[in-house]
């Protein structure tokens, strides 16, 4: 008996110590500079290795720039923030036979933004005068989702319907 409740207080410290650490490879709630909920990109992804960014976003000088999302070496997410001084036909970006802004199956979504989502990334567009133009376009790729998967739009939209509003309020636009 004194055995078996030793072995039991063991087991609920250990339980108790690991549910008490964030996991080691959960997503965080700044992603590329812009807090999101992490229950919405962990829709998206979920990190089997340390998560990590490479970024050459700089929001003060508004330059068209990439941020990745890494899982060990694979790229989890890809963000293109790009400025310009016109709007950008946002279907001409999507079905695009170029990687950097290219979506599958694009269609477009009810929003307050001009918005494309597809199967596997999603892209958006808002009035945004700064010193890198006056339209803020924000790309999100997702490669590792297989061709032909459509089970994940839902995910795509409700994130980007969360994140974009979410970037745009650190761009500092003026009108």
Request: aromatic share 8%.
């Amino acid at each position: 008996m004194n055995q078996y409740l030793r072995t039991s207080a063991v087991a609920c410290a250990l339980l108790v110590a690991a549910c008490g650490r964030p996991a080691r490879n959960d997503v965080p709630d700044v992603v590329c500079g812009t807090p999101v909920k992490p229950a919405l990109t962990r829709s998206l992804v979920r990190p089997a290795e340390p998560w990590r960014e490479y970024s050459r976003i700089d929001r003060s000088e508004a330059v068209t720039a990439p941020c990745l999302v890494y899982s060990g070496k694979k790229v989890l997410l890809k963000f293109r923030f790009s400025w310009r001084p016109v709007a950008t036909d946002l279907m001409y970006l999507a079905k695009g036979t170029g990687t950097v802004s290219g979506i599958s199956e694009p269609r477009s979504v009810e929003s307050p933004y001009a918005t494309l989502v597809g199967t596997d990334g999603a892209i958006s567009q808002t009035p945004c005068k700064t010193r890198g133009g006056r339209y803020f376009t924000l790309t999100l790729q997702l490669p590792q989702v297989r061709l032909g998967d459509r089970g994940r739009r839902a995910d795509i939209e409700a994130f980007m319907r969360a994140y974009f509003p979410a970037t745009v309020a650190t761009l500092g636009c003026g009108t």
